[in-house]
């Protein structure tokens, strides 16, 4: 028998035989009707195809259950993993993740705060594209709503949750110095704060191990395309024979697979294990990492809690009203785990 179809809540709540309001309650919490009602509704929607548009429901409220999600690309998967998290969170805690990518470019990433205001979302979690983002866009955003910053720390000082890059780069140089050549450092673009960071934190902490820090900046125009940026530097490198060292640290994951790559196609031998030409070692601990040959020694980002820190932080943030004496964090900064692996 086909389902009944039901063009509105109006219809549907005539059709069980309660008010709209009480459907609206049924909806927003089944746990607030009492259980004849609730099982009247419940037998109605078995029998229907009817499913309410939560989406505008929220938006009719002062204070909706959509939370905004902006990150700079869904091309890279370490914030797909981070905000495939993020939203299974929200989902547990009863709130709607609405996501968007700015896909590195400034004017999209404005487009995106635009929408989202206009979406009336009850706050946003959003990883910054750091000095490239317009200042304008994440000031209007944090004027309107509760925000929290991952990845990297915006210029307005928001609540931040992130990777303590002092305490992971400081750890995988030590490493590197103690089990073998110390590493020189190839540099990324600085385009976020947390660039600068993780290459004050080998320049301090070599000298701190008794070594000449050598940090070999990335000569080429700045992009977010790591990987070959990584394969042109290094190539640039193998080919003038200027290779300093036979041990690198790559600033991040996926410069480190470009570089990975350069050296192999120069039929060099990448690991730790004896006959090895050349270590080299990342940061971040990419999805792909544990899968590059050979696999990839690197610092694991605390992802799952970053993920859940941020939303706690930003809920905390939403129902301060609620509770004047919660006191909210304002930055959660998180350490990072050594994973050895083979190619350092």
């Not at 050549?181 to 673009?189: A, G, H, Q, S």
Request: charge should be neutral; glycine fraction near 6%; aromatic fraction near 8%.
């Amino acid at each position: 028998m086909a389902k009944k179809t039901y063009k509105s809540m109006d219809d549907f709540a005539g059709a069980c035989g309660v008010s709209r309001p009480t459907l609206s309650k049924y909806f927003n919490d089944p746990s607030q009707v009492k259980e004849t009602t609730r099982k009247r509704i419940e037998a109605a929607l078995k029998k229907s195809n009817f499913e309410p548009n939560l989406f505008a429901r929220h938006l009719n409220r002062k204070r909706t259950k959509n939370i905004g999600i902006l990150i700079p690309s869904m091309a890279d998967p370490f914030y797909v993993q981070v905000v495939s998290m993020i939203e299974l969170e929200l989902r547990d805690r009863g709130f709607w993740p609405i996501q968007f990518s700015s896909h590195t470019r400034p004017d999209l990433e404005e487009e995106a705060v635009r929408t989202l205001l206009s979406l009336k979302v009850a706050g946003a979690i959003v990883a910054p594209m750091g000095f490239s983002s317009r200042r304008g866009a994440l000031e209007r955003l944090k004027d309107a709503i509760p925000v929290v910053c991952f990845d990297s720390p915006s210029s307005f000082n928001l609540p931040f949750v992130g990777n303590d890059n002092a305490q992971s780069v400081a750890a995988i140089v030590q490493y590197l110095c103690r089990s073998g050549e110390p590493p020189l450092f190839l540099d990324v673009p600085h385009m976020m704060e947390n660039t600068n960071e993780r290459t004050e934190s080998y320049r301090s902490t070599m000298i701190r191990e008794g070594h000449e820090p050598l940090v070999i900046p990335c000569d080429a125009t700045p992009s977010w395309e790591f990987e070959r940026l990584g394969y042109e530097q290094m190539s640039r490198m193998l080919e003038k024979g200027a290779l300093p060292g036979k041990t690198i640290l790559c600033a991040n994951d996926r410069f480190a697979f470009g570089a990975m790559a350069a050296a192999f196609a120069s039929g060099l031998k990448i690991g730790r294990s004896e006959g090895s030409d050349i270590r080299i070692a990342g940061h971040d601990d990419h999805p792909l990492s544990r899968y590059t040959c050979p696999s990839l020694t690197t610092m694991a980002q605390n992802a799952p809690e970053i993920a859940a820190r941020s939303v706690e932080m930003l809920l905390s943030i939403i129902d301060e009203e609620s509770d004047a004496r919660k006191a909210v964090p304002s930055r959660i900064i998180l350490e990072a785990t050594l994973m050895m692996r083979e190619s350092a």
